[in-house]
């Protein structure tokens, strides 16, 4: 029995031990809950870094439409980003940095409020913000803005209200040039040896992009399958305002681009499209064309700049 | 031509010159030039051009001119990637197309002018008249024996580090000039990542320690700046130089990672000469082994033969 505690006897002592320090931790932590500690969390600054607007790259625009572009940035946080308020963000022709607030919105040139995702992790926030620029904001690459870029800002705003916010480098906006033609030519019934007189036939060109254009105009001979006859392209006459057929205000279609020099100045505006001009179309059938009702062709419309 | 006359004395034929089609939907490219100044003998460039629809429905045939009545030399410089005829598929409202030039060894130094027309060609109709949209590209490129180097940041960071390792400025440049080209230089100031007043370090990286960008080309580069930062959050403030012209700056935040530690030792990846000395003694270790039972072998192969013998 002696041998028996005698062997026993360290590990009683090292049971011991380990008892009094599991005792010492408990009564440290019951010395603990029993102070009491005050502390107040100032509210840090909430910082943008890193923004970048189209990633770096020009922007085009989409014809008569929106172009999605990105404005992306970092919010650090250091109260945490998950305390992040708002995030927004603008798109703006640079000369306009000062300028461009919410009551100075203009799809030519400011875009504000633009929603952003924010994707947080700690105190850092990944920021993505999605601007609709429209197809006429002003071009940066050329035109009367060349010089100046278009920039991306980042605003975050904090649970205190405080906000910080970090610009872009500049972006070229491109000018781009777009048409629409939404009418159709539609010469109808025309006697072999008469023409159109002063009945024109009328296309409604539109300038769908960021600058003004101007359009060539080209044509091939009209051709009928069931007659295999011919109109020759030189039949069809255009002018930018009503005509009398071979009144002499009318310019002869030919096979070769040629410009027709309307009117359609850099957009303004969507929905529809505020720069438009009309181009005024007549025919004459020589005598000898047979008679058939299958008569087609293709008239080209080729915007330039203007 | 007055064919009012001819049609009183000659037998009428009425001939029905139908309903045109409405046109398809918008068309448009973006930009509407190829313009390239500093093209020196020999260079080749390319410029991306966008073909845009803003209602892509259906697949839609495009059709290229190519024109330079002033220079007819130039038309052998100039080619499309995607030929003279291909097709903007529907959903892709806007469509790259790559313009290239290649300049000859013997191109006289000069300004040259061409035009590139793209037409769409719509579905034919039954009859009437078909309404087709283009647009032109405007070709003008000059010749010149006159080095023109240029560049632009096009997007530029700051990497995340590891603890040991160079802080990492990475940027993308296009070289818009005519000869390969580099920053002159990149500079950064480095401070607390929580009391950005607080600046702990200035360093630099010359040309000499930068990689070039070939002409006309778009590369990824990186400035790597050797201080030591032990790990936290840092605030970096970088200039990128063109000779003494600040060309980009950049504000923001990185941070440095811990290195991993082994057996109470800290080793950041970067400690290139840890590896090398590691892969040394391995090496070592393996040529010593290799010996030892080369040895060993040949030993036992001769005791063999003598027993043998």
């Known amino acids: 029995m002696a041998e028996k505690l005698k ?32 502390l107040s969390v100032g509210n840090v600054v909430p910082i943008v870094s890193g923004v970048a607007l189209n990633a770096g790259g020009s922007i085009s625009p989409t014809e008569n439409t929106i172009v999605d572009v990105d404005i992306t940035g970092k919010v650090v946080d250091d109260n945490g980003c998950s305390g992040l308020k708002a995030t927004t963000a603008l798109a703006y022709r640079s000369d306009l940095s000062a300028s461009c607030v919410p009551s100075t919105s203009n799809d030519n040139n400011c875009y504000t409020g633009v929603a952003c995702a924010t994707s947080c ?44 916010q970090a610009d872009s480098s500049g972006v070229e906006m491109i000018g781009s040039l777009c048409l629409d033609v939404a009418a159709s030519i539609a010469y109808g019934t025309v006697a072999a040896g008469g023409d159109t007189g002063t009945t024109n036939q009328q296309t409604l060109i539109s300038d769908t ?40 205000d009318g310019s ?30 007549g025919i004459g059938i020589i005598v000898g064309t047979p008679t058939a009702t299958d008569y087609g062709g293709v008239d080209t419309f080729t915007a330039t700049n203007d | 031509m007055n064919l009012r006359n001819f049609s009183k004395l000659l037998i009428v034929f009425s001939i029905i010159l139908a309903w045109a089609s409405i046109c398809q939907a918008g068309f448009g490219i973006s930009p509407p030039v190829v313009n390239n100044p500093n093209l020196l003998r020999g260079s080749h460039y390319e410029k991306q051009i966008l073909l845009i629809r803003g209602e892509p429905k259906e697949d839609l045939r495009a059709n290229l001119i190519i024109e330079a009545s002033e220079n007819p030399e130039i038309l052998n410089w100039i080619s499309v990637e995607q030929g003279t005829s291909f097709i903007l598929p529907k959903g ?28 769409t060609i719509p579905e034919a109709k039954e ?53 390969k080209t580099r920053p002159t230089k990149v500079e950064i100031k480095i401070f607390n990542g929580y009391q950005i007043e607080k600046l702990l370090e200035t360093s630099e990286v010359t040309a000499e320690n930068l990689t070039f960008v070939n002409a006309f080309k778009t590369k990824e580069i990186a400035a790597k700046f050797a201080v030591d930062l032990k790990p936290g959050r840092y605030w970096g403030e970088i200039k990128v130089f063109k000779d003494n012209e ?11 990672l811990p290195a991993t530690e082994i057996l109470g030792f ?13 892969g040394l003694v391995v090496l070592a270790g393996a040529g010593c082994g290799t010996r030892i039972i080369y040895k060993s072998r040949k030993k036992k192969r001769r005791k063999k033969e003598k027993r043998k013998s």
């Open chain 1, 209 to 248: 992009c960021n600058t003004a254009i101007d359009v060539l105009v080209s044509g091939v001979d009209m051709t009928s399958a069931a007659s295999s006859g011919t109109v020759a392209v030189e039949y069809q006459h255009y002018y930018t305002a009503a005509f009398t057929f071979d009144g002499g």
């Open chain 2, 246 to 256: 600040v060309v980009r700056e950049d504000k923001t935040f990185f941070s440095v």
């Open chain 2, 127 to 179: 009859s009437g008249i078909t309404v087709a949209l283009g647009a032109r590209i405007n070709v003008l490129l000059g010749v010149t024996d006159q080095p023109a180097p240029n560049f632009k940041v096009r997007t530029a960071e700051i990497l995340n580090i590891k603890e040991g390792c160079p802080v990492k400025y990475l940027m993308k440049i296009e070289n818009t000039g005519n000869v």
């Open chain 1, 7 to 38: 062997k026993s006897f360290p590990w009683l002592i090292i049971l011991l031990c380990g008892f009094l320090i599991i005792l010492g931790f408990y009564s440290q932590e019951i010395k603990a809950d029993s102070a009491a500690t005050t």
């Open chain 2, 92 to 119: 892709v409202p806007q469509f790259p197309m790559i313009v290239r030039v290649d300049v000859p060894k013997d191109a006289a130094y000069k300004t040259y002018k061409a035009y590139i027309d793209v037409k």
């Open chain 1, 252 to 281: 002869t279609l030919t096979g070769s681009p040629t410009a027709a020099e309307i009117a359609c100045a850099k957009p303004t505006s969507h929905g529809p499209t505020d720069s438009s001009d009309d181009l005024f179309w």
């Open chain 1, 121 to 164: 992790s700690g105190t850092v926030a990944d920021v993505t913000c999605a601007a609709d620029i429209w197809f006429h904001a002003d071009s940066t690459d050329s035109g009367g803005w060349s010089g100046y870029t278009w920039l991306g800002t980042i605003l975050a705003t904090d649970s205190a209200d405080t906000t910080h």
């Open chain 2, 266 to 278: 800290t080793i950041s990846p970067c400690d290139y000469w840890i590896f090398a000395i590691v």
